[in-house]
């Protein structure tokens, strides 16, 4: 039996240093993350001395715990580890594929030796991944824990609440650290987290912040509350929050339909992810199918980076930047290429708030049924915010807005001393051939006409070009913007790419699906697993696959 495992030093070595890109060339440069993988799973070894406590749902805690007699419980496991403390701690709990297991990891209090020889729960036999029915209680606490638990590998368990999104008092979290103990070097890989009100939140303290916490080629599912039309301002659970964290990997991961439930509302406190912006440093976010939010998708308030992941169908997919003020977020950069936003509804696409540096390079927004698709977002009525040093390039933005609305705006006041400077706007597509927006491009002051530089663009919309541009004081053409922002290359032209309307459904058919329904599409990346792995339903074949309609 062979198990996987990240190596979590060598990989945060990696990943916590500053991912190279050239500014000047505009070269992506993917991240870069050395492991001992075998065929995209991770492998590590057991330290001498330690137990392999086998659990299956027919067992008996009074078996010897081998896999021909295996005990039954989990309480039974850690009560053998709590008898068996260090030196000799990088302990396997392996538990039966196929069985069903009614009780919960609770609150745990035990690491493994390294990160090399982590404390490993995973699984044994064949079939599906064993689930944890947690009924009404969370998955796993860390409360009760020492100081630090390090050394953590949760691998290939299906955690499953019971609850339906209501009339619980204190709803179940799926995986919560939230006590104010620190955890360090844990990996979460292979697993499933579904039905919770919130799937994962990971919360350290001020002083106490958890680091390298990896979470890979997991799901993280359905979780949120059911929220009625007569409370749409409730915060109502999200696929996962993070708060006092140096260190987070989140890669080839589904998160999908989470901060609401079916027959609900969706409110604008709920999220697929939510990173917030104190003491959350050191993220890469990538190769993800981030999708079905109740509102954004990724809220990214302290920036990191966010590479070649594949958004569909939330109202606001990405968010960059953020906080209440410039004091609050300064110092905040971000990294963000290669990603693929289709299909996205309703508010905007990106959003850029309070953000000190950084680039949005070589990305694809196309088809989203949003108001706003780019957002630079300065504007702040009673608190100054800045957008700084941002390099915009090489992206395409294809069919994206709504009539009545901007597809491209420049926001911020000069009288509330909202800012924006130095921010480049540089060889992208703006094409919007079968969209009516009210402009193609805005600013919301005449002021902000100085902070763009633009060079190499290309635009074009179904509406009268004299209509295109806003300069914060009148409409006007590519002639009057390109002036009022001193471009001399920038052209107007409708772009013929080689095949626009990619999507899931024609990328389905592509397989050979004879049903290429969306709600299909879901259902196999939700067959993903170590043992049914399929490339074709990761984040970068399919967005190789929507981007190849585009670029040659």
Same mark, same amino acid.
């Given at each position: 039996?062979?198990?996987?495992?990240?190596?979590?030093?060598?990989?945060?070595?990696?990943?916590?240093?500053?991912?190279?890109?050239?500014?000047?060339?505009?070269?992506?440069?993917?991240?870069?993350?050395?492991?001992?993988?075998?065929?995209?799973?991770?492998?590590?070894?057991?330290?001498?001395?330690?137990?392999?406590?086998?659990?299956?749902?027919?067992?008996?805690?009074?078996?010897?715990?081998?896999?021909?007699?295996?005990?039954?419980?989990?309480?039974?496991?850690?009560?053998?580890?709590?008898?068996?403390?260090?030196?000799?701690?990088?302990?396997?709990?392996?538990?039966?594929?196929?069985?069903?297991?009614?009780?919960?990891?609770?609150?745990?209090?035990? @690491?493994?030796?390294?990160?090399?020889?982590?404390?490993?729960?995973?699984?044994?036999?064949?079939?599906?991944?064993?689930?944890?029915?947690?009924?009404?209680? !969370?998955?796993?606490?860390?409360?009760?824990?020492?100081?630090?638990?390090?050394?953590?590998?949760? %691998?290939?368990?299906?955690?499953?609440?019971?609850?339906?999104?209501?009339?619980?008092?204190?709803?179940?979290?799926?995986?919560?650290?939230?006590?104010?103990?620190?955890?360090?070097?844990?990996?979460?890989?292979?697993?499933?987290?579904?039905?919770?009100?919130? @799937?994962? %939140?990971?919360?350290?303290?001020?002083?106490?912040?958890?680091?390298?916490?990896?979470?890979?080629?997991?799901?993280?599912?359905?979780?949120?509350?059911?929220?009625?039309?007569?409370?749409?301002?409730?915060?109502? !659970?999200?696929?996962?929050? %993070?708060?006092?964290?140096?260190?987070?990997?989140?890669?080839?991961?589904?998160?999908?339909?989470?901060?609401?439930?079916? $027959?609900?509302?969706?409110?604008?406190?709920?999220?697929?992810? =939510?990173?917030?912006?104190?003491?959350?440093?050191?993220?890469?976010?990538?190769?993800?199918?981030?999708?079905?939010?109740?509102?954004?998708?990724?809220?990214?308030?302290? !920036?990191?980076?966010?590479?070649?992941?594949?958004?569909? *169908?939330?109202?606001?997919?990405?968010?960059?930047? *953020?906080?209440?003020?410039?004091?609050?977020?300064?110092?905040?950069?971000?990294?963000?290429?290669?990603?693929?936003?289709?299909?996205?509804?309703?508010?905007?696409?990106?959003?850029?708030?309070?953000?000190?540096?950084?680039?949005?390079?070589?990305?694809?927004?196309?088809?989203?049924?949003?108001?706003?698709?780019?957002?630079?977002?300065?504007?702040?009525?009673?608190? @100054?915010?800045?957008?700084?040093?941002?390099?915009?390039?090489?992206?395409?933005? =294809?069919?994206?807005?709504?009539?009545?609305?901007?597809?491209?705006?420049?926001?911020?006041?000069?009288?509330?001393?909202?800012?924006?400077?130095?921010?480049?706007?540089?060889?992208?597509?703006?094409?919007?051939?079968?969209?009516?927006?009210?402009?193609?491009?805005?600013?919301?002051?005449?002021?902000?006409?100085?902070?763009?530089?633009?060079?190499?663009?290309?635009?074009?919309?179904?509406?009268?070009?004299?209509?295109?541009?806003?300069?914060?004081?009148?409409?006007?053409?590519?002639? *009057?913007?390109?002036?009022?922002?001193?471009?001399?290359?920038?052209?107007?032209?409708? %772009?013929?790419?080689?095949?626009?309307?990619?999507?899931?459904?024609?990328?389905? !058919?592509?397989? $050979?699906?004879?049903?290429?329904?969306?709600?299909?599409?879901?259902?196999?990346?939700?067959?993903?697993?170590?043992?049914?792995?399929?490339?074709?339903?990761?984040?970068?074949?399919?967005?190789? =696959?929507?981007?190849?309609?585009?670029?040659?």
């Amino acid at each position: 039996m062979h198990f996987f495992i990240f190596v979590l030093v060598i990989l945060f070595v990696c990943f916590l240093s500053s991912l190279p890109f050239d500014h000047l060339s505009g070269q992506a440069v993917a991240p870069s993350l050395s492991t001992t993988q075998t065929s995209g799973w991770s492998s590590f070894t057991q330290a001498p001395g330690s137990l392999t406590i086998y659990l299956s749902s027919s067992g008996n805690d009074n078996n010897p715990c081998t896999q021909t007699q295996p005990c039954k419980t989990l309480t039974h496991a850690k009560d053998l580890i709590k008898n068996n403390p260090k030196p000799h701690n990088s302990h396997w709990v392996l538990l039966k594929k196929g069985d069903t297991f009614s009780e919960t990891l609770g609150h745990w209090d035990y @690491g493994g030796i390294s990160p090399l020889q982590p404390l490993l729960i995973s699984s044994y036999g064949t079939g599906p991944r064993p689930i944890l029915n947690t009924g009404l209680s !969370g998955g796993l606490e860390q409360c009760n824990a020492p100081t630090v638990v390090s050394n953590l590998a949760i %691998v290939g368990i299906h955690f499953k609440s019971a609850y339906t999104g209501s009339g619980v008092q204190w709803p179940p979290t799926g995986i919560n650290l939230v006590c104010g103990k620190k955890a360090v070097n844990w990996l979460f890989e292979d697993d499933i987290i579904e039905n919770y009100k919130f @799937g994962m %939140v990971l919360q350290g303290s001020s002083g106490k912040n958890n680091q390298n916490i990896v979470i890979r080629r997991s799901q993280i599912r359905n979780n949120g509350d059911l929220v009625p039309t007569s409370t749409p301002d409730a915060i109502a !659970g999200s696929g996962m929050y %993070v708060i006092h964290i140096d260190g987070l990997v989140l890669e080839e991961n589904l998160f999908y339909h989470n901060g609401w439930r079916d $027959g609900g509302i969706k409110t604008k406190f709920s999220h697929n992810i =939510y990173l917030d912006n104190e003491n959350v440093t050191n993220v890469t976010v990538m190769k993800n199918v981030i999708a079905d939010g109740a509102n954004v998708g990724i809220q990214l308030r302290n !920036g990191g980076i966010l590479y070649n992941n594949f958004f569909m *169908g939330n109202q606001v997919p990405i968010s960059l930047g *953020g906080g209440d003020s410039w004091t609050d977020s300064k110092h905040v950069h971000v990294d963000v290429r290669d990603n693929v936003v289709i299909n996205n509804i309703n508010t905007w696409g990106v959003v850029f708030e309070n953000i000190e540096g950084g680039i949005f390079f070589h990305n694809l927004l196309t088809h989203n049924d949003v108001a706003i698709a780019l957002y630079v977002d300065a504007f702040s009525s009673d608190k @100054g915010k800045k957008v700084k040093d941002l390099r915009i390039a090489n992206n395409i933005i =294809y069919d994206s807005g709504k009539p009545g609305n901007d597809a491209v705006l420049f926001g911020g006041t000069q009288s509330s001393g909202s800012i924006l400077q130095r921010i480049e706007f540089s060889s992208n597509d703006v094409q919007l051939p079968h969209v009516s927006p009210q402009r193609l491009l805005a600013h919301q002051d005449s002021f902000l006409g100085s902070a763009v530089q633009s060079s190499n663009n290309r635009f074009f919309a179904a509406t009268n070009e004299n209509t295109w541009f806003w300069t914060g004081s009148l409409l006007t053409n590519l002639a *009057g913007w390109k002036s009022f922002v001193a471009d001399r290359s920038s052209v107007a032209t409708l %772009v013929a790419y080689p095949d626009p309307n990619r999507d899931t459904s024609t990328y389905m !058919g592509s397989l $050979g699906y004879a049903d290429t329904s969306y709600s299909n599409f879901i259902a196999q990346l939700k067959l993903q697993s170590k043992d049914t792995w399929k490339p074709e339903f990761t984040a970068p074949v399919i967005n190789a =696959y929507i981007r190849a309609g585009f670029w040659q």
